[in-house]
């Protein structure tokens, strides 16, 4: 049995010759690994540690060329200018892109959000490039995912709060619905163009689609249900319906305590849920997989949050071994971390979670 067969099998509820298995890391961890083991690519790694998922880049910009700011930012093709932000200190440091300002922040009207002239568009973006990054992922026989990067990533709340600003898009969400509508429509419009031609471009080759937005903080979601219901939820559909289109696995990442959610999660026909992220109130991983595992799946639920960076050796493999006595039983569950391994993580325990998979994880 191959990793694509593996992976199509438990996403069927039934269970393979093993659980599947994937790795998420920063690049900065890629880094680290790839120097330890002496190893000169991704494709390397994700061989070392076994992983049954390979994930494509997707199509390339090829719009209009984006500003460089006096102040040294970068507009994205939101037209959000974005800094390199460094944290920690040497080995244990790293960048991440952050917001440096919001071009809708100050904008009091639904004509204004409609009209504004950087709305990205699909036109820009060559989707030739797809095909072949499409079937050299299918060659190797792995599961092969679309998910891009944090800005050609299906979601509506995050590119909202980039473009409107945090605070300022969960009040309209409140007090100004309309120009929230108006700016979830405007994305929503943008992302299924976007996927629909690079599944087209993939030529059956793309097995999952993963979608990514986090509705939940550590105690609950960021808004109430039937917000999410009456803003969120016919976008969030709507990328799910373009996936089965093509025939893919549609997949989500949500981080935070988003339970309430997931009972309109299976109701828009989502196949996947990332992660069951076990640090939150309310994620009680165990009875989620009672109440919800015969109608989706579940990718992901290792600590990173604590048991990763600050946990033992032991500890590690305690975890992994309870998450797949608990969530692998009828298939259903692909083991994962519940979000990128951070640079703070120690080598050992990244290492115990991967031999603790091989020893545990066979049906």
Same mark, same amino acid.
């Given at each position: 049995?191959?990793?694509?067969?593996?992976?199509?099998?438990?996403?069927?509820?039934?269970?393979?010759?093993?659980?599947?298995?994937?790795?998420?890391?920063?690049?900065?961890?890629?880094?680290?690994?790839?120097?330890?083991?002496?190893?000169?690519?991704?494709?390397?790694?994700?061989?070392?540690?076994?992983?049954?998922?390979?994930?494509?880049?997707?199509?390339?910009?090829?719009?209009?060329?984006?500003?460089?700011?006096?102040? %040294?930012?970068?507009?994205?093709?939101?037209?959000?200018?974005?800094?390199?932000?460094?944290?920690?200190?040497?080995?244990?440091?790293?960048? &991440?892109?952050?917001?440096?300002?919001?071009?809708?922040?100050?904008?009091?009207?639904?004509?204004?959000?409609?009209?504004?002239?950087?709305?990205?568009?699909?036109?820009?973006?060559?989707?030739?490039?797809?095909?072949?990054?499409?079937?050299?992922?299918?060659?190797?026989?792995?599961?092969?995912?679309?998910?891009?990067?944090?800005? +050609?990533?299906?979601?509506?709340?995050?590119?909202?709060?980039?473009?409107?600003?945090?605070?300022?898009?969960?009040?309209?969400? &409140?007090? +100004?619905?309309?120009?929230?509508?108006?700016?979830?429509?405007?994305?929503?419009?943008?992302?299924?163009?976007?996927?629909?031609?690079?599944?087209?471009?993939?030529?059956?080759?793309?097995?999952?689609?993963?979608?990514?937005?986090?509705?939940?903080?550590?105690?609950?979601?960021?808004?109430?249900?039937?917000?999410?219901?009456?803003?969120?939820?016919?976008?969030?559909?709507?990328?799910?319906?373009? %996936?089965?289109?093509?025939?893919?696995?549609?997949?989500?990442?949500?981080?935070?305590?988003?339970?309430?959610?997931?009972?309109?999660?299976?109701?828009?026909?989502?196949?996947?849920?990332?992660?069951?992220?076990?640090?939150?109130?309310?994620?009680?991983?165990?009875?989620?997989?009672?109440?919800?595992?015969?109608?989706?799946?579940?990718?992901?639920?290792?600590?990173?949050?604590?048991?990763?960076? &600050?946990?033992?050796?032991?500890?590690?493999?305690?975890?992994?071994?309870?998450?797949?006595?608990?969530?692998?039983?009828?298939? %259903?569950?692909?083991?994962?971390?519940?979000?990128?391994?951070?640079?703070?993580?120690?080598?050992?325990?990244?290492?115990?979670?991967?031999?603790?998979?091989?020893?545990?994880?066979? &049906?």
């Amino acid at each position: 049995m191959d990793s694509r067969e593996r992976v199509l099998l438990a996403l069927e509820h039934k269970e393979p010759d093993r659980v599947p298995i994937d790795y998420w890391a920063t690049s900065e961890v890629n880094a680290m690994l790839l120097k330890r083991y002496g190893l000169s690519s991704q494709e390397e790694l994700l061989e070392h540690f076994d992983s049954d998922f390979r994930y494509i880049d997707g199509p390339e910009y090829i719009g209009p060329e984006l500003t460089v700011r006096d102040d %040294g930012s970068k507009e994205d093709h939101y037209g959000v200018p974005r800094k390199s932000v460094s944290y920690g200190e040497g080995s244990k440091g790293g960048t &991440y892109s952050e917001v440096a300002e919001y071009p809708l922040e100050k904008m009091t009207s639904v004509e204004e959000i409609k009209n504004y002239s950087k709305w990205p568009k699909a036109d820009w973006f060559d989707y030739d490039c797809v095909c072949e990054q499409a079937k050299r992922a299918r060659d190797t026989g792995k599961i092969v995912t679309f998910m891009g990067d944090r800005l +050609n990533r299906c979601a509506l709340l995050k590119p909202a709060m980039y473009v409107r600003g945090v605070e300022q898009i969960l009040m309209d969400l &409140y007090t +100004n619905k309309e120009i929230a509508k108006a700016i979830f429509d405007k994305i929503a419009e943008f992302y299924c163009e976007y996927v629909r031609r690079t599944l087209e471009a993939g030529e059956g080759n793309i097995d999952i689609l993963f979608t990514g937005d986090d509705f939940g903080t550590q105690q609950n979601t960021f808004m109430p249900i039937e917000l999410w219901r009456e803003l969120i939820k016919d976008g969030f559909k709507q990328f799910i319906d373009v %996936g089965h289109e093509f025939g893919c696995n549609i997949a989500h990442h949500t981080c935070g305590s988003i339970i309430v959610l997931i009972p309109e999660f299976i109701d828009c026909g989502l196949d996947i849920l990332n992660p069951l992220q076990p640090d939150v109130e309310g994620m009680d991983y165990e009875k989620i997989k009672a109440d919800y595992g015969s109608d989706i799946s579940f990718h992901g639920a290792i600590s990173i949050q604590k048991t990763m960076p &600050y946990g033992t050796v032991e500890d590690v493999r305690n975890e992994v071994k309870d998450r797949i006595e608990k969530l692998a039983p009828g298939g %259903g569950f692909i083991l994962c971390t519940a979000h990128n391994i951070q640079i703070d993580t120690p080598v050992e325990n990244i290492e115990a979670l991967f031999e603790a998979y091989q020893e545990f994880g066979r &049906y």
